[in-house]
């Protein structure tokens, strides 16, 4: 599928072998069982939905990840095992990164009592971050846009995301895309409700002149 296919409406995407969507710069990958090879010159970001995958690039690996495990591949690699999705982005040179399991709820607070986790932190401010969004049971969220794209997978729960084009049931192992601008809110019942997402961009991260080590460095006055 492509940007101009996808148009202006949520996409639920079935996790398999192959290319699931394209986007330009970004191109979303599924994978099942065999080998996927990640492209060199991309930035790979991947969550393990099912099974155990083994991670490994030139330069470092293998490194088992079970479910509900994440990772970040600067140039190139591959993950087989298990099942999962992979967001590859081009122009980007991320920093390698090994995480999880998700926690059972965010870290910091989110509209509607939902919280949420910064799994891949922006090194820099714009760059692209990762995050785990958890929806508590009895969640009716209230409907939202973003300013650009989200893509992820749900990896613990069921409930719905309500666009005005129609409902889309949730459950474990789903990819999803949701464009830019696209008006959209997520509801549970008795179930909560664990999705990562990931963002290309952010308002938030260190610049030169505001990170912790230059925050931290006091010179005393002569």
């Not at 940007?3 to 409406?9: C, E």
């Amino acid at each position: 599928m492509t940007d101009h296919d996808a148009g202006l409406a949520f996409v639920p995407l079935a996790l398999g072998p192959g290319v699931l969507l394209e986007l330009g710069t970004i191109q979303v990958w599924g994978w099942a069982d065999e080998p996927l090879r990640l492209p060199s010159g991309m930035t790979a970001y991947g969550m393990v939905t099912t099974g155990q995958a083994q991670l490994a690039d030139a330069e470092t690996g293998p490194f088992t990840l079970n479910a509900g495990m994440f990772f970040m591949l600067p140039d190139g690699g591959a993950v087989s095992g298990g099942q999962g999705l992979a967001i590859l982005l081009t122009g980007y040179r991320g920093l390698r990164h090994i995480g999880g399991p998700l926690e059972m709820a965010g870290r910091l607070r989110y509209i509607d009592g939902c919280s949420d986790t910064l799994l891949i932190c922006p090194p820099r401010l714009g760059d692209p971050c990762l995050n785990h969004l958890h929806i508590p049971p009895h969640t009716d969220q209230t409907p939202h846009t973003h300013p650009s794209v989200r893509i992820g997978v749900i990896l613990r729960g069921t409930g719905e995301c309500r666009t005005p084009d129609g409902v889309f049931p949730l459950q474990p192992g789903m990819g999803w895309y949701i464009p830019t601008g696209c008006l959209h809110s997520f509801f549970t019942e008795d179930e909560s409700l664990d999705v990562i997402a990931w963002h290309p961009d952010s308002d938030f991260g260190p610049r030169d002149d505001d990170h912790p080590m230059i925050n931290r460095t006091v010179i005393p006055a002569a």
